[in-house]
């Protein structure tokens, strides 16, 4: 049974940070292009950042390029998002995702993963 399970949500003034993990099981984690998105109250999910199975080769949404920074540890099978910088537009739930679609792709994507996490949540006051 594949899992994935994040944690390191919170609350977090403006202008701080959070390191969000994700942690996989029961997958062959070198398969799958690792992901964040997020989707805020009364919005559609939105594309946050995608690395492949390489470990290379990362893409992020416009909003979060040079405040986010997305890892993944094949060992650990776990995937990181490094969120700094934090804007109270950042306030969502983030949902881990997997895929066998190609990382360059996942941008404008708001489903269509193999797996998802079920999200930690992510306040940012003003």
């Known amino acids: 049974q594949v899992q994935l399970a994040e944690s390191g949500g919170g609350l977090v003034q403006a202008g701080g940070s959070l390191s969000l993990s994700c942690a996989a099981s029961g997958v062959t984690f070198s398969n799958y292009n690792m992901g964040w998105f997020r989707q805020a109250p009364g919005k559609e999910r939105e594309f946050v950042a995608v690395i492949s199975w390489s470990g290379y080769t990362p893409y992020y949404a416009d909003s979060v390029k040079g405040r986010f920074t997305i890892s993944r540890d094949i060992v650990k099978k776990t995937v990181y998002l490094q969120t700094n910088s934090l804007k109270p537009e950042d306030t969502a739930v983030y949902y881990c995702?997997?895929?066998?679609?190609?990382?360059?792709?996942?941008?404008?994507?708001?489903?269509?993963?193999?797996?998802w996490g079920k999200g930690t949540l992510v306040t940012v006051s003003s």
């Open positions: 995702a997997a895929s066998s679609l190609s990382s360059s792709s996942w941008r404008g994507l708001k489903g269509g993963m193999d797996y």
